[in-house]
């Protein structure tokens, strides 16, 4: 019993020390795999592929800042940032002051990304001190930070005096769950900008472009003296400090970053979907962006601009392809939900495992 124990064990071991396996990393490989399976079963079964290809790219696209908010706090050494709804509920809040005051189309959009850089940074800086308090539990206060912040602006939403017509109820005070941008013209404004299409593919150029400066300009930043300091302190913290690098600056630094990240990311959302939603809207989106960083081959105390885009593409491929797929295969289950549920917590859950002595 023990020695085919071992040869299990050595067999698992021989597998992960094959070079593909060792740099692109074994969840990220078999992910890629499920992918392609998916994508395979869905022209098998007919589906419209160039249809399926748009809808990928689109979300691909409108969730990679927020994925991309992950890197700054992780490369800072505070691991994942669980607590994305602070900068989720920035842009939310920036998203209504600047419908709010009456602006339309790409000034709202300027507007809406103005405030909430504002808010962001301010929100940031507290929550960034916050964590410099806590060291060595980082992640979960995070999340209970998240969620508490969450249900504190649930009562903000009821009561905040807004008077605009396309946000507040038929009847009373506060304003709607779920507020639409087409009757203040800013959906799909960054989607539609430069779009064209290939073989039925259409493909939101804008909307990865912005993407794809966000990412260069991150990349960038840790290019920078600060961004190097940043790295230094959150992989070798002792080291860093004997070299008089301020670690507690550099992390209040980075996480007023993924803060913004988290800011634009929902405006950027928002946009492409039509619409955003307050209340417990903010409340998970967390999980899917640490999913999609981890997946890519990141872990809770590494990540580069490379596991974003990875990751990204392959969590929300998987999701959007697997949907329809599983709804024809089993008419009358979502299953769809199911697989998304396992798949991003399984994988975060594998992340956490991997983190040596269960800190970072």
């Known amino acids: 019993?023990?020695?085919?124990?071992?040869?299990?064990?050595?067999?698992?071991?021989?597998?992960?020390?094959?070079?593909?396996?060792?740099?692109i990393g074994l969840p990220t490989l078999i992910i890629a795999a499920f992918f392609l399976l998916v994508m395979i079963t869905a022209a098998v079964l007919k589906q419209s592929l160039p249809i399926l290809i748009s809808d990928i790219l689109r979300r691909?696209?409108?969730?990679?800042?927020?994925?991309?908010?992950?890197?700054?706090?992780?490369?800072?050494?505070?691991g994942p940032n669980f607590a994305l709804p602070l900068g989720i509920i920035c842009g939310l809040l920036a998203w209504t002051i600047g419908i709010e005051m009456g602006f339309l189309g790409i000034k709202l959009l300027l507007i809406t990304s103005l405030l909430a850089t504002i808010f962001a940074t301010?929100?940031?800086y507290f929550y960034g001190k916050l964590l410099n308090a806590v060291k060595?539990?980082?992640?979960?206060?995070?999340?209970?930070?998240?969620?508490?912040?969450?249900?504190?602006?649930?009562?903000?939403?009821?009561?905040a005096p807004f008077?605009?017509?396309?946000?507040?109820?038929?009847?009373?005070?506060g304003l709607r769950e779920t507020i639409k941008l087409d009757g203040v013209n800013a959906g799909e404004i960054l989607n539609n900008f430069l779009a064209f299409e290939i073989i039925g593919i259409k493909i939101p150029t804008g909307l990865l472009l912005t993407f794809f400066t966000f990412c260069f300009l991150v990349w960038l930043f840790f290019r920078t003296k600060t961004g190097a300091a940043i790295i230094a302190g959150g992989s070798n913290p002792a080291f860093a400090a004997a070299s008089g690098?301020?670690?507690?600056?550099n992390r209040v630094i980075a996480n007023i970053l993924s803060t913004v990240l988290g800011a634009y990311g929902i405006i950027i959302y928002s946009q492409s979907y039509g619409f955003f939603q307050l209340y417990s809207g903010p409340l998970m989106m967390a999980f899917p962006a640490v999913a999609g960083v981890l997946i890519g081959g990141a872990t809770a105390s590494k990540a580069n601009i490379s596991h974003v885009i990875i990751g990204?593409?392959?969590?929300?491929?998987?999701?959007?392809?697997?949907?329809p797929v599983a709804n024809q295969l089993f008419a009358g289950t979502d299953l769809s939900e199911i697989m998304r549920v396992i798949l991003?917590?399984?994988?975060?859950?594998?992340?956490?495992?991997?983190?040596?002595?269960?800190?970072?």
């Open 1 to 23: 019993m023990l020695k085919n124990e071992d040869k299990q064990n050595n067999a698992v071991k021989k597998s992960l020390d094959i070079p593909i396996v060792k740099s």
């Open 60 to 78: 691909f696209g409108m969730n990679g800042v927020l994925v991309l908010a992950m890197v700054p706090a992780i490369k800072s050494g505070t």
């Open 122 to 124: 301010a929100t940031g």
């Open 136 to 159: 060595g539990a980082e992640m979960t206060i995070a999340t209970y930070t998240g969620f508490s912040v969450v249900a504190l602006m649930s009562l903000v939403w009821l009561m």
């Open 163 to 173: 008077q605009s017509k396309q946000m507040g109820w038929m009847m009373g005070k």
């Open 245 to 249: 690098i301020d670690i507690d600056k």
């Open 312 to 323: 990204t593409f392959l969590l929300q491929g998987l999701l959007t392809a697997s949907m």
């Open 344 to 360: 991003q917590n399984g994988i975060i859950l594998y992340a956490l495992t991997q983190v040596k002595g269960g800190g970072k």
